[in-house]
């Protein structure tokens, strides 16, 4: 029903920045509420960012200031910009979408659709 697509990824020095991006396989995102996930080596997933429908962000205490998440629904996109990037945020990132209008969540179980994840690596 709804594909995702990740990529941004890579490798980057503490302090510096990456942006994510997410692509969907759908003619419009604009009712999608979306979101960013991060599951780090031996450690559950946890909700990052997400972006609602109505254009509501929720973040998590650990990157808020630090990331952004946005949207261009003409493209079908979810980007997430992440500055001032620390090791701890060395996880693999993925993107999550539900296509029913809801307020923006950061639990699992809110979101069908997923992607298969980007790499991220911060070193010191």
């Known amino acids: 029903q709804v594909q995702l697509v990740e990529s941004g990824g890579g490798s980057v020095q503490a302090g510096g920045s990456l942006r994510l991006s997410c692509t969907a396989s759908i003619g419009t995102l604009s009712s999608f509420t979306m979101a960013w996930f991060r599951q780090a080596p031996g450690k559950e997933r946890e909700g990052v960012a997400c972006i609602g429908a109505s254009g509501r962000t929720k973040y998590a205490d650990s990157v808020k200031g630090r990331f952004t998440i946005s949207r261009d629904n003409a493209k079908t996109t979810l980007y997430l910009q992440m500055n001032s990037l620390e090791p701890e945020d060395t996880a693999l990132y993925y993107c999550?979408?539900?296509?029913?209008?809801?307020?923006?969540?950061?639990?699992?179980?809110?979101?069908?659709?997923w992607g298969q994840g980007t790499q991220v690596a911060v070193s010191s």
């Open positions: 999550a979408a539900n296509d029913r209008w809801m307020d923006p969540s950061l639990l699992r179980l809110r979101y069908p659709y």
